[in-house]
C-alpha cells in the first residue's frame, strides 16, 4: 500500500521558518519526481515545487512567488521529500501537501499537513 | 502561466443522472490535462490524466474528453459518492496549475 506522511506543520509567526517532512512507501521513492502542494483556505490549489530524481540530476523547479523563501528536497536512503520554508508569510497558511508525479498529474498524495502562519 | 477555468463553479444533479464539468486552458496543453476528486477533508484523488486516461481503480463511469485548450469531465450516471469537488490541472508547463474546482452535488 502506498502512503505518504507529512509532518511538521503548525502555528508560527509571520517572518518566521518551518520544515515539513513527508516519509512515503509502497513504491520505487528513488525514480518517483515529487511534489509539494497547498490548498489555501479558499480552497484554492496551489502546486509549490518539484524535485525530480537522481537520472535527471534531482533537477528542482519552483512557483515563482515562492522562489527564495521555500526550499524542496530529498533523501532516497530515508524515502522522504522535505520543504524548508523561510520567512514565512500570513498568506502562506494553508493544507500543505506531498505529492508524487505520473504522467504529467499526481497520482499519489498525502493526508495533508496544517501550517497556519499568524501573529 | 496558464491559466485553467472551470465551469461551473457548482452544480447539483440527480442519482443517474449524465453530468458533465469543463475545463478550458489559456493557451494549448497538448492533453496534458488531469482531473481530481476532492472529498470533505480529504487529500485529491487522481481520476483522469492524460486528458482521457483513467486511472487505476477508478470506476468506468467517469471519462475525459478534449483536446487543445478544451476539455470535459463526464460522470455518465451520478452516484451518491461522486458528491465532491472536481478540479482539473495542467502538467504541460511550470508552474503546474489547476483550475477553482467546480462542487458537486446529489439534487
Known amino acids: 500500500e502506498v502512503q505518504l506522511v507529512e509532518t511538521g506543520g503548525g502555528l508560527v509567526q509571520p517572518g518566521n521558518s518551518l520544515k515539513l517532512s513527508c516519509a512515503t512507501s509502497?513504491?520505487?521513492?528513488?525514480?518517483?519526481?515529487m511534489n509539494w502542494i497547498r490548498q489555501t483556505p479558499g480552497k484554492r490549489l496551489e502546486w509549490l515545487a518539484q524535485i525530480e530524481d537522481k537520472s535527471n540530476n534531482y533537477f528542482i523547479s519552483y512557483l515563482e512567488s515562492v522562489k527564495g523563501r521555500f526550499t524542496i528536497s530529498r533523501d532516497d536512503s530515508k524515502s522522504s521529500v522535505y520543504l524548508q520554508m523561510n520567512n514565512l508569510k500570513e498568506e502562506d497558511t494553508a493544507i500543505y501537501y506531498c505529492t508524487s508525479n505520473w504522467e504529467l498529474s499526481f497520482d499519489y498524495w498525502g493526508q495533508g499537513v496544517m501550517v497556519t502562519v499568524s501573529s | 502561466d496558464i491559466q485553467m477555468t472551470q465551469s461551473p463553479a457548482s452544480l447539483s444533479a440527480s442519482l443517474g443522472e449524465t453530468v458533465t464539468i469543463q475545463c478550458r486552458a489559456s493557451e494549448d496543453i497538448y492533453s496534458g490535462l488531469a482531473w481530481y476528486q476532492q472529498k470533505p477533508g480529504k487529500s485529491p484523488q487522481l481520476l483522469i490524466y492524460?486528458?482521457?486516461s483513467l486511472q487505476d481503480g477508478v470506476p468506468s463511469r467517469f471519462s475525459g474528453s478534449g483536446s487543445g485548450t478544451q476539455y470535459s469531465l463526464k460522470i455518465s450516471s451520478m452516484q451518491t459518492e461522486d458528491e465532491g469537488v472536481y478540479f482539473c490541472q495542467q502538467g504541460l508547463k511550470y508552474p503546474l496549475t489547476f483550475g477553482s474546482g467546480t462542487k458537486l452535488e446529489i439534487k
Open positions: 492524460g486528458a482521457s
Open positions: 509502497g513504491f520505487t521513492f528513488s525514480t518517483a519526481w
